[in-house]
């Protein structure tokens, strides 16, 4: 099992332009979910997902948009990006919710220029 | 607002030192994780608790619920156990509807000297 991924793994985008985090998981997770991560602050959650069609929103979720077609997948779209969201991003999954043991991808580092 | 605290922020200590790690947190808990992630980045989850004590290798892992407290030992401390340990929470709520979310401290920044 390959566990859990994201591409890419840097990413320099300019303020205004949009983009895709990946990430995918082979373990048949039903709970997903997105984090950042920023110098001096907790992992903070973005958005997660219970399931195939089921999304909610976390504590930061402006600027972010979440779908969830299928149960392997979970992209993160930023929007139309600004320097604020220049941060290490982390997906997560686990086999039904928050309650459980949690399995991180290795991250994806996005800056914002 | 539900709040994670940690301590301490920063810790150094000597190889084969014992290590203690705090976590407090605000109100009732269903859940309490702790993590490590290293100096690479990545984050590997260590233990999951509800209640009590659970114990992998040199860790141990504690929860006193009335307290609203975790710790994180680690016994005979090694340098490669120099990582950053983060505890997060599912809070309790009378329904699980919405609330698949964990709240994350801050981390401890542990260094072992050889």
């Known amino acids: 099992n390959a566990g859990v991924t994201q591409t890419p793994k840097f990413q320099v985008l300019k303020t205004g332009q949009s983009m895709t985090l990946q990430c995918a998981q082979d373990?048949?997770?039903?709970?997903m979910s997105w984090y950042r991560q920023d110098p001096g602050m907790g992992l903070r959650l973005i958005h997660y997902?219970?399931?195939?069609?089921i999304t909610d929103q976390g504590e930061v979720p402006n600027g972010y948009n979440v779908s969830r077609s299928t149960t392997e997948d979970f992209p993160l779209r930023l929007l139309s990006a600004a320097p604020s969201q220049t941060s290490v991003y982390f997906c997560a999954s686990s086999y039904w919710g928050a309650g459980e043991t949690q399995y991180f991808g290795p991250g994806t580092r996005l800056l914002v220029l | 607002k539900n709040e994670v605290e940690q301590s301490p922020q920063n810790l150094t200590a000597q190889e084969g030192e014992f290590i203690t790690i705090n976590c407090s947190y605000s109100v009732g808990i269903s859940a309490l994780h702790w993590l490590q992630q290293h100096p690479g980045g990545g984050i590997v989850s260590l233990f999951m608790l509800s209640s009590g004590k659970k114990k992998h290798g040199r860790l141990i892992a504690t929860i006193n619920i009335q307290e609203k407290h975790s710790s994180l030992h680690i016994t005979a401390s090694h340098p490669r156990d120099s990582a950053v340990y983060i505890c997060?929470?599912?809070?309790?709520?009378?329904?699980?509807?919405?609330?698949?979310?964990?709240?994350f401290g801050t981390g401890t920044r542990l260094t072992i000297i050889p």
């Open positions: 997060a929470v599912r809070y309790w709520r009378i329904s699980n509807f919405g609330n698949e979310k964990l709240t």
């Open positions: 373990m048949n997770h039903e709970y």
């Open positions: 997902s219970v399931g195939a069609g």
